[in-house]
């Protein structure tokens, strides 16, 4: 079976730096990605990691342990347009699966 | 102008009625996804397809139906034996580590 864990709600302030965490137990593992979603919208792809460590994207990073079952998505100097929640998902690697979290709302603090 | 499109964007159907929506993407992507999500809940799948001519179910497919006969286009079916239609639709194609949503279909059944 598949298992994704990420916490339901978070806040933040305004400029500073907040960690999203998602751990994932999966029967088959290929790779991680993250979406952010905007309320009443459809999500938008952020990052895909396949390997162990952490990928930067300007304001935004992701990283994995796969020994871990484990990855963050790192959103450096929060604007208030970073109100949104956050989607981990996982890819199976025998059955092309893409399975989600439950989302973290973020909300951003001036 | 390449990219993942859902048609239409809100949707009323009264109980009883199949309804049929519409995927289509010219990414080249070989994966397609669909997706059902209720408010304040995370992406839960119902359908996903590798390849032409092939599909399997996902966690939620009871009440739906899909085919796959181009590689461009994944409708679905929401089928009169659903029992709760009423949600957010979101449909994804994937190649290798890139994975896109189109912009959604929100189905309302009266």
């Known amino acids: 079976g598949q298992n994704i864990d990420q916490p339901t709600e978070m806040t933040a302030t305004e400029g500073a730096i907040v960690q999203i965490n998602c751990t994932y137990q999966?029967?088959?593992?290929?790779?991680l990605f993250w979406y952010q979603q905007h309320a009443g919208e459809a999500p938008t792809f952020l990052s895909y990691?396949?390997?162990?460590g952490l990928e930067e994207k300007g304001r935004f990073s992701s990283f994995l342990s796969r020994s871990k079952g484990y990855s963050y998505l790192l959103l450096k100097e929060l604007q208030m347009k970073d109100s949104a929640s956050y989607l981990c998902?996982?890819?199976?690697?025998?059955?092309?699966?893409?399975?989600f979290g439950k989302g973290t709302r973020l909300h951003i603090l001036p | 102008d390449g990219g993942i499109t859902q048609s239409p964007k809100y949707l009323f159907r009264k109980e009883g009625q199949n309804v049929t929506l519409s995927c289509e993407q010219n990414?080249?992507?070989?994966?397609m996804y669909w997706y059902r999500q209720d408010p304040g809940q995370g992406l839960r799948l119902i359908y996903y397809?590798?390849?032409?001519?092939?599909?399997q179910k996902g966690d939620i497919a009871e009440g739906y139906s899909v085919s796959r006969e181009k590689k461009e286009s994944f409708p679905l079916t929401v089928t009169s034996a659903q029992k709760n239609p009423t949600a957010f639709y979101l449909c994804?194609?994937?190649?290798?580590?890139?994975?896109?949503f189109g912009q959604g279909t929100r189905l309302t059944v009266v």
């Open positions: 998902a996982s890819l199976g690697n025998r059955d092309d699966k893409i399975i």
């Open positions: 999966t029967s088959g593992f290929n790779g």
């Open positions: 990414l080249n992507h070989d994966a």
């Open positions: 397809s590798q390849i032409v001519n092939d599909f």
């Open positions: 990691n396949v390997l162990d």
């Open positions: 994804a194609s994937r190649l290798g580590g890139q994975a896109f």
